[in-house]
């Protein structure tokens, strides 16, 4: 699932960032999103989600939330 698609307040764990923009991909590694980091989706927005990732908060739009594939934290 996507993060468009997770439930608030909940951590899960990145399992793929799905996109062909090498800038995009980029971006989301500069906040410390990459596979196997743990992100808490705070909150869903209209226009997309805020995000806590490692000690930040992030709100990032629909397009960027649609490309982090996330799996539940056990």
Do not use: H, W
Request: aromatic share 6%.
């Amino acid at each position: 699932m996507n993060l468009l698609e997770a439930e608030e307040g909940k951590t899960y764990i990145v399992s793929e960032i799905n996109t062909n923009d090498d800038e995009m991909t980029a971006f989301l590694f500069r906040l410390g999103c990459y596979e196997g980091e743990p992100v808490t989706l705070i909150s869903k927005k209209r226009k997309g989600c805020v995000v806590a990732i490692k000690d930040g908060r992030y709100s990032l739009d629909k397009q960027l939330a649609s490309a982090v594939l996330v799996e539940a934290n056990n």
